[in-house]
């Protein structure tokens, strides 16, 4: 947990490209990444606050995508949630970023994991902003209608490296 390891982490995503998106899912198959719908606004997104690009899919209320550097290369992940309603006062949290959220703001996120387990229908979830705005939420960038974040003594750096982390350990379990 070094100083130079938390630079890394700050300084977000490199920007990528509709055909490097496409490129990189482990998780589906070259025809169905070819007809996911990927975000029009590239140009637009913050990348210096991203750890990963994350976006739901218009057509399906139930899918969502990820795309983040994983190692030395890009990995997009398709994930599915089911659009169950929760009461209002029910609040859930992230386990990415740790923010809480009322209602349906955090959602059970499961990706098919990739390779033969994946086609034999094996799965790995987590529970994640449903926005999957963590990235933004970490850094202070953006606030949750209701809910919030913990108060915590962690520096900026030590919050992202373990949003970090924990979406790596995630990531991991797709090839396991």
Excluded at 22 to 44: I, T, Y
Excluded at 75 to 87: D, K, S
């Amino acid at each position: 947990m070094g100083a130079t390891w938390g630079r890394r982490y700050l300084r977000g995503m490199q920007a990528v490209t509709e055909q490097e998106i496409r490129g990189s899912f482990v998780n589906c198959s070259k025809g169905e990444a070819k007809r996911l719908a990927v975000p029009r606004d590239l140009a637009d997104r913050p990348w210096e606050d991203l750890d990963f690009l994350g976006w739901l899919d218009p057509a399906a209320p139930d899918r969502s995508y990820l795309v983040t550097e994983y190692g030395d290369q890009l990995i997009g992940v398709a994930l599915r949630f089911p659009g169950q309603a929760r009461a209002f006062l029910q609040r859930s949290m992230c386990s990415l970023c740790q923010t809480t959220h009322p209602g349906n703001g955090v959602s059970l996120m499961t990706a098919r994991k990739a390779g033969l387990a994946g086609r034999e229908n094996n799965s790995v979830g987590l529970y994640m902003c449903t926005d999957m705005a963590c990235s933004l939420y970490v850094r202070g960038k953006k606030v949750p209608d209701v809910g919030g974040r913990f108060e915590e003594s962690l520096t900026e750096a030590e919050l992202i490296e373990r949003t970090r982390g924990r979406l790596t350990a995630f990531l991991g379990k797709l090839f396991s």
